[in-house]
């Protein structure tokens, strides 16, 4: 989760250009501006104030869309690699580490073509992942809208005849524009505006279909385990997540002081890094509303859902706040943990005390 204020700034005109500069202080500290995150990057740009609008954004939709599919269409499946009704507790932590290491190795592989081929490749990685994913997420929860309209009209042959074109025709051929427009957008667009609604769209349709189909205790081991991966991405000095960091940084033609520089200013105290803009990646979003999703269909119960999503924005809020001594905090582990802790609390006061 990295603050980023000059691309702000550069690419929306909507924004009020605060002309930060580098001799200011706050407290008498120096400001010091965060690397130049490049606008293909999969990032929720935002001013830091307004932080909790994408997440709950992001976990209104994904809820929504689950309880839907869920509960209303009835829509019901337990897909993992282990079972957990025939492993138990071993296939739960079983697919939290089988998730946690696709997760490790895909980052590798994405910083291994990135020192290949250069910093650009990685708008084509993420183009076309986001057109395969969201092509068949998005014609999944077509189908459902489709079939909860057409389930409240009679069994007609009439209705059966609009249903099959509709499902059929008419919500793969929607799909198919939907998806196109999103990924033109993200190739051709430098709006931040669209940036934030393509990964937005994305973030709530990948947390609203796993939380669908992966069984619960399977997703908080998960959870668990990306948030840990997390950790060691960003923080690790050979972490992938940093490494990607460090290139980006490499690539940044700016005259200023250099990274060594402004690392050791920020020890010493006599600086702090520029935090009045934020950039919330789409792993956050999507991880922080898988979660609450995952509460409301277990569950079923709005309250915990809420509570868990404040102990999530509480959680995202600290990490924001220890941004002022870090180029880079893993957005994950306090969020996650807190979301979990909090779930797990009222579960337990519900189970034994109401």
């Known amino acids: ?3 980023n204020s000059e691309s702000l700034d550069i690419q929306d005109d909507d924004l009020e250009d605060p002309k930060p500069d580098l001799a200011s202080s706050e407290h008498q500290k120096e400001i010091i ?11 929720y740009r935002i001013k830091s104030s307004l932080y909790p609008i994408p997440v709950i954004i992001a976990v209104v939709i994904a809820g929504l869309l689950a309880y839907l599919t869920f509960f209303v269409a009835e829509f ?20 939290g580490i089988i998730f946690t290491i696709i997760a490790a190795i895909s980052a590798f592989t994405i910083i291994f073509l990135m020192r290949r ?27 459902v809208i489709i079939f909860l309209i057409f389930v409240q ?14 499902a059929n025709i008419y919500s793969p051929a929607l799909s198919v524009i939907v998806v196109f427009l999103l990924i033109y957008s993200y190739f051709t667009s ?19 279909s796993m939380s669908i189909i992966l069984p619960f205790w399977s997703t908080l081991a998960i959870l668990i385990g990306i948030s840990l991966w997390d950790i060691f991405a960003v923080l690790y000095k050979r972490g992938p997540i940093k490494a990607m960091i460090d290139i980006v940084s490499d690539n940044d033609d700016e005259s200023g002081p250099s990274k060594d520089e402004v690392e050791e200013r920020i020890k010493s105290g006599e600086g702090v890094y520029d935090t009045s803009k934020l950039e919330i990646g789409i792993g956050d979003l999507a991880f922080y509303s898988l979660l609450t999703s995952s509460v409301l269909l277990f569950t079923n119960n709005i309250i915990i859902v ?24 893993p957005g994950l582990p306090i969020s996650i943990f807190m979301g979990i802790g909090t779930f797990a609390i009222c579960q337990l006061i519900v189970t034994f005390f109401i």
Do not use: C, W
């Open 76 to 95: 019901q499946v337990d897909e993992s690699y282990f079972p957990e009704d025939e492993f138990g507790a071993l296939g739960v932590v079983l697919n």
């Open 153 to 166: 009209f009679p069994e007609t042959q009439i209705v059966f005849n609009f249903y099959f074109l509709f």
């Open 117 to 143: 081929l250069g910093m650009g490749v990685l708008k084509y990685i993420f183009g076309l992942s986001f057109g395969f994913v969201s092509f068949f997420i998005t014609l999944m929860f077509l189908d």
């Open 190 to 208: 430098k709006s931040i505006k669209t940036k934030n609604f393509i990964v937005l769209y994305i973030s709530f349709l990948v947390s609203a």
């Open 1 to 3: 989760m990295p603050t």
């Open 33 to 43: 501006e965060k690397d130049f995150v490049p606008h293909f990057l999969p990032t």
């Open 306 to 329: 809420i509570l868990t999503t404040v102990a999530i924005l509480i959680g995202t809020g600290i990490t924001i706040s220890g941004l002022k001594r870090n180029r880079i905090l």
